[in-house]
């Protein structure tokens, strides 16, 4: 069974410049979060998709992030202009059921973003 | 913010020997689970321990959770330097959403 995919790795940009991430979650997976972490903390989530909806984005900067999951699969996330605090590791990860039912969540490898 | 702390933050044992890491949340919780990063790679599902349950085993992992002090242990058996990672406790509440803690990283010496 194919893991989640993210893309870039790695990035490496100047403040006030934009980036974008991307990420396939595992097949038949309904729920697809972004967590944002920070090196020496746990991750935070940014933003969860149920489908194509938006279940959760109280957390996301909206005023910087935006992001989106066409036809309920892939989904992109998008810093405009970004900061030097959003340097930090991007993870989305996908689960088969919708958090507070149980489940586990697969992560992806990250993209880790550097902001100079 | 984030709902549950581990304790240590940095744990380093000898191969061989136990590991014991400590997690505490704040708010009522459907389940607690434990995830394993390796550096620079992603979250790693180790064990979910529901709300109703006490107690959980998977290999050499063993999984306590006291819910009237909103706490959770995680023990791992006999360690190995393949274990040497960091370990997040994750709760899911009523907001039907993962929150992790700040971790504990583990080094485990040969």
């Known amino acids: 069974e194919a893991g989640v995919a993210q893309s870039p790795r790695y990035k490496i940009i100047e403040k006030r410049q934009s980036v974008a991430f991307w990420c396939n979650p595992i097949?038949?997976?309904?729920?697809l979060y972004w967590y944002q972490q920070i090196l020496g903390q746990g991750p935070k989530l940014l933003i969860q998709?149920?489908?194509?909806?938006?279940?959760?984005d109280s957390q996301l900067p909206k005023d910087r992030f935006s992001a989106e999951r066409l036809k309920g699969v892939d989904s992109t996330l998008k810093i405009q202009p970004a900061k030097l605090e959003d340097s930090a590791v991007y993870l989305c990860?996908?689960?088969?059921?919708?958090?507070?039912?149980?489940?586990?969540?697969?992560f992806g490898e990250g993209s880790r973003l550097t902001v100079l | 913010s984030q709902q549950g702390e581990e304790d240590p933050q940095a744990l380093s044992i000898q191969e061989g020997e136990n590991a014991t890491m400590n997690c505490s949340y704040k708010?009522?919780?459907?389940?607690l689970q434990w995830y394993r990063q390796n550096s620079g790679r992603g979250l790693v599902h180790l064990i979910l321990i529901r709300s109703n349950e006490r107690e959980k085993h998977s290999g050499r992992l063993r999984v306590t959770l006291d819910t009237s002090k909103k706490s959770s242990s995680l023990l791992i058996t006999a360690s190995r330097a393949a274990d040497t990672a960091s370990y997040f406790c994750?709760?899911?509440?009523?907001?039907?959403?993962?929150?992790f803690g700040s971790g504990t990283q583990l080094t485990v010496l040969p």
């Open positions: 708010t009522s919780i459907n389940n």
């Open positions: 097949s038949g997976h309904a729920t």
């Open positions: 994750a709760t899911s509440g009523s907001a039907r959403q993962l929150t």
């Open positions: 990860a996908s689960s088969l059921e919708v958090q507070g039912s149980g489940g586990e969540l697969f």
């Open positions: 998709f149920q489908n194509n909806g938006v279940v959760d």
